[in-house]
T-cell receptor, first 111, second 116 residues
């Protein structure tokens, strides 16, 4: 079945450093979404990528969708303590099918 | 606009019992998905309902079941509980357009189940 992997599993950074998490799918995806879950909270939608090679930015966050639509990345520039949480990617093979979530990358930011 | 509401928020059961969890989606949303979240397995998809029909199903045993009512509210049931069923059960609603483009998932706070 479809598998979605993420690396790294954990990342500890000093406040102000950059952070990147990578998402890889065993199959080509129709679209991919990213979510953030704060400690003790629930996942919150960040963005959806649909097109091959797509790049989207949200302030300090940059999202990319690979040319082959099998991988994606989330890059945070100059991390802040408010960035702490677990970042999940979720991929879908085709519209109408469910999203498969990656295991997540837990980010810790040291002040 | 009210968010996704899940009840109960916390519950404790013993092995062999059964449990029913409830989810009220955002008004106007017709798709409700259920996920099981555990520290070791991440977010595992259980099933999705759209307009009272199960549209997708994950790889869980038949002890896990669900349904959706005409007002889009959904329930999931777990029978014959096992220790490994202890988890946070998350419900997510989306517009779930008829064409299948479910778009953004809005998650509830979850129901934390502990099985003793």
């Amino acid at each position: 079945g479809q598998q979605v992997m993420q690396i790294p599993q954990y990342q500890h950074v000093q406040e102000g450093e950059d952070f990147t998490t990578y998402c890889n799918s065993s199959t080509t995806l129709s679209n991919i979404q990213w979510y953030k879950q704060r400690p003790g909270g629930h996942p919150v939608f960040l963005i959806q990528l649909v097109k091959s090679g797509e790049v989207k930015k949200q302030k300090r966050l940059t999202f990319q969708f690979g040319e082959a639509k099998k991988n994606s990345s989330l890059h945070i520039t100059a991390t802040q303590t408010t960035d702490v949480g677990t970042y999940f990617c979720a991929g879908r093979l085709n519209y109408g099918q469910n999203f498969v979530f990656g295991p997540g990358t837990r980010l810790s930011v040291l002040p | 606009k009210a968010g996704v509401t899940q009840t109960p928020r916390y519950l404790i059961k013993t092995r062999g019992q059964q449990v029913t969890l409830s989810c009220s989606p955002i008004s106007g949303h017709r798709s409700v998905s259920w996920y099981q979240q555990t520290p070791g397995q991440g977010l595992q998809f259980l099933f999705e309902y759209f307009s009272e029909t199960q549209r997708n199903k994950g790889n869980f045993p038949g002890r896990f079941s669900g349904r959706q009512f005409s007002n889009s509210r959904s329930e999931m049931n777990v029978s014959t509980l096992e220790l490994g069923d202890s988890a946070l059960y998350l419900c997510a609603s989306s517009s779930g357009l008829a064409g299948g483009n479910t778009g953004e998932l809005f998650f509830g706070e979850g129901s934390r189940l502990t099985v003793l």
